[in-house]
């Protein structure tokens, strides 16, 4: 039943936006997926895949921005949850194009490990309430995933590097383009309360960790939200909520750092201490 409302939600309320020339935003309600490129040109990257779906949604939005025919030159995945690679069989196959992940996260997508079940003990709402009903097994994408490349470079995204941010998953990334400080985190941490399906819904914005009923290693999950935090970042664009900047987001980021046990940390789940 859970999944069956995921999937309805999500096709509810889809829509994009542009957060940047070069970036466009894909919303599925309760998680976004991006197109990195610049409209009209022929080198574009997509990030993340939404969930299973989402694929006719993306391909629709990426002909009207890149024009017909024109694929992406690799999917790049900040980790293997099931609402960040819903669509990757689909659309790697389509386009026939390598998918990025960090090493660490290459099983969960070429078939050898699968993800603890979610923990709806962490509470906080509806959703962590079904997800236990989410997919948590591998799914197999076989050759086409790579490794992402050792110098932190980002295959498609010049100018981007990718930082390992653990703790949500072991392999787990963020993006980060320096020179114009544009984060992508993942679910490194999120600006909605993603357990609580009334602010999926409404998006309210509020800077929180990861999702917690996903999240296995609190302790480097707030060294991960540290190490981006000290990337003094001037715009994110969450995979979990809105897209955040300027004073709001350096005075909510702060608030995270300073105080992640109260605001991140559930009081209780399998895997908090
Ligand atoms: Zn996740
Ligand atoms: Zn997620």
Redesign the pocket.
């Known amino acids: 039943m859970g999944n069956k409302l995921v999937e309805f939600l999500s096709k509810l309320t889809t829509s994009s936006k542009e957060v940047t020339p070069d970036i466009l935003i894909l919303q599925f309600t309760i ?1 976004n997926a991006y197109l990195v490129g610049k409209p009209n040109q022929s080198d574009w990257t997509l990030v993340d895949t939404g969930l299973e779906n989402s694929a006719d949604f993306i391909i629709q939005a990426a002909e009207e921005r890149f024009g017909k025919g024109v694929r992406p030159q690799a999917i790049i995945l900040t980790h293997g ?1 099931f ?2 690679v819903g669509s990757l069989i689909k659309l790697s196959q389509h386009w026939d194009i390598p998918v990025y992940a960090h090493e660490f996260e290459l099983p969960y997508i070429t078939g050898e490990k699968d993800y603890p079940l979610a923990d709806p003990s962490v509470g906080g709402g509806l959703v962590a309430a079904i997800s236990p009903t989410f997919p948590h097994t591998s799914i197999d994408i076989g050759f086409r995933a790579n490794p992402l490349p050792s110098d932190h470079s980002v295959p498609g995204m010049p100018g981007w590097k990718w930082i390992l941010t653990p703790g949500h998953t072991d392999g787990h990334i963020a993006l980060f383009h320096e020179t114009d400080g544009i984060l992508i985190p ?2 490194a941490f999120t600006t909605v309360k ?1 357990e609580s399906l009334l602010s999926v819904m409404t998006q309210s914005e509020q800077i929180s960790g990861p ?1 917690a009923y ?1 999240t296995t290693d609190w302790k480097a999950a707030k060294s991960s939200v540290d190490k981006l935090s000290d990337l003094k970042p001037s715009l994110v664009i969450p ?2 909520g809105q897209p955040m900047k300027g004073d709001e987001l350096t005075l909510h980021l702060d608030m995270l750092t300073h105080h992640f046990e109260e605001i991140a940390v559930p009081e209780q789940g399998i895997f908090v201490d």
């Open positions: 998680v949850h609402d960040h993942g679910d993603q999702p996903l995979s979990h």
